[in-house]
């Protein structure tokens, strides 16, 4: 089973609108964290945002917000007033505490377009 | 240095030939990561070090694979008798510890070194 599920292949949002990509996770630690970064055309990785699984409060950086989701097993990326430089891939990933790797666990990404 | 930096950017070769990736992690981080991300895919783990620890070796994906770190500085990553299917963005990342939960172990990636093998 994946351990990180992103069901949205490709999304388009006006600019200056909100828009929410999903991820949907699966681990059955109580301890892990979930990131989520993006990748414009560029290919570089860029950090966005992370979550605790054991923070109360959403996460916030600037535009960008986690709407976690603990029960259901979700950690969706809400960016508000998207911007013509969002248009990227975004990766949701999750860290288990008990994973034999220790590594980061991708899903296979979210590909935003934002429409002038 | 300011972040990761990996070389080449590029890389063309043949069928069969040997390649090696280089990557510079961040100064002060123990935690070095090797990704391969194929064409529209998600990030594949490959190999990862932490400081003078035994790597984790156990996302290569056959023996033609390799990696090397010496110390908590450069990495090399070795592809022998390239295959087509070997075609893709190898990226690198560091961090400051591995495996720690907290947002502050958060992973900074290079640019990548792009293999296409002909």
């Known amino acids: 089973a994946q351990k990180i599920t992103q069901t949205q292949p490709g999304m388009f949002v006006q600019e200056k609108e909100a828009v929410t990509l999903d991820c949907t996770y699966d681990t059955s630690d109580q301890s892990y964290g979930l990131f989520w970064y993006k990748q414009p055309s560029s290919g570089e990785m860029i950090f966005l945002i992370y979550q605790g699984s054991y923070d109360e409060q959403n996460a916030t950086e600037g535009r960008y917000s986690l709407n976690f989701q603990k029960a259901r097993k979700s950690a969706n990326l809400v960016i508000s007033a998207s911007q013509l430089g969002d248009s990227a891939m975004y990766f949701c990933?999750?860290?288990?505490?008990?994973?034999?790797?220790?590594?980061?666990?991708f899903g296979k990404g979210t590909k935003l377009s934002v429409k002038p | 240095g300011a972040g990761v930096s990996q070389s080449p950017s590029n890389k063309v070769t043949e069928k069969g030939k040997d390649v090696e990736l280089r990557c510079d992690p961040i100064s002060g981080h123990t935690a070095l990561y090797w990704y391969r991300q194929r064409l529209g895919q998600g990030l594949e783990f490959l190999i990862y070090?932490?400081?003078?620890?035994?790597?984790?070796k156990s996302g290569l994906p056959s023996d033609r694979f390799s990696a090397e770190r010496t110390g908590e500085s450069v990495s090399t990553l070795t592809i022998q008798r390239t295959q087509q299917e070997d075609s893709a963005v190898y990226l690198c990342?560091?961090?400051?510890?591995?495996?720690?939960?907290?947002?502050?172990?958060?992973?900074?990636f290079g640019a990548g070194s792009r293999l296409t093998v002909l």
């Open positions: 990342a560091s961090s400051l510890q591995r495996g720690g939960l907290s947002g502050a172990n958060v992973l900074t």
């Open positions: 070090f932490q400081g003078n620890s035994a790597p984790d």
């Open positions: 990933a999750m860290r288990e505490a008990g994973g034999s790797q220790g590594n980061l666990i």
